[in-house]
């Protein structure tokens, strides 16, 4: 079974160019944000410290840390639930081929697994692209209920995911993965054709 992974960044596109290829190509769409809970108590479960604090904190605890630890425990999360997207991914029981995407699949963590170059790429937003189009998800509020700042909070979760653009795209040159910045300015099917030629698909 042949496996294509996106990583990168939340809100660079990942998503929705996994899903184009999934529809133009017939292949299996694994989606790691839709097990991401169930990893994270799995590692929770199995004592792994960062999934474990987690749980026990509010939203206020989550958001109100600064970007820079918030960053620290994100990295160290998707380390902790590594092993169970790549089990997930391997014992897919699917007859075609398969498309996997999410911030998860980090370039380091990817690079040990020995996914080629060909068959991994890092998509990731620029700041000013990140903050104009994450404020328009209609989940953002539910996510910082709770919070007794919202916009501080707000601030702390874009810092964040800023740090783990940079961090995402850096990794990905030092793996030998392709790593491409999105700023609005090619469209969608224009970055599609760009991963389909990464892909060799055809």
């Known amino acids: 079974m042949k496996v294509y992974y996106i990583g990168g960044s939340p809100c660079s596109g990942k998503s929705t160019i996994a899903e184009m290829i999934a529809s133009e190509f017939s292949l299996h769409y694994y989606k790691l944000d839709d097990k991401l809970e169930e990893h994270m108590k799995m590692a929770a479960n199995a004592s792994k410290p960062r999934c474990m604090a987690y749980f026990e904190m509010t939203s206020e605890q989550i958001w109100m840390r600064t970007p820079e630890i918030q960053f620290d425990d994100e990295v160290e999360i998707y380390r902790e639930i590594f092993e169970y997207a790549m089990s997930d991914i391997e014992t897919l029981k699917v007859n075609t081929q398969v498309i996997a995407e999410g911030s998860g699949l980090m370039p380091e963590l990817i690079k040990q697994s020995g996914v080629t170059s ?85």
Request: aromatic content about 16%; overall charge negative; hydrophobic content about 35%.
């Open 118 to 202: 060909n068959t991994y790429i890092c998509i990731v937003p620029t700041p000013e692209f990140q903050i104009c189009n994450y404020g328009k998800r209609p989940y953002v509020p539910y996510i910082l209920e709770g919070c007794s700042d919202k916009e501080t909070a707000f601030a702390n979760w874009m810092k964040r995911d800023c740090l783990f653009a940079e961090y995402s795209a850096q990794t990905a040159s030092k793996a030998g993965y392709q790593a491409i910045w999105i700023d609005g300015a090619v469209s969608p099917d224009g970055i599609l054709d760009f991963v389909k030629n990464k892909f060799e698909l055809k």
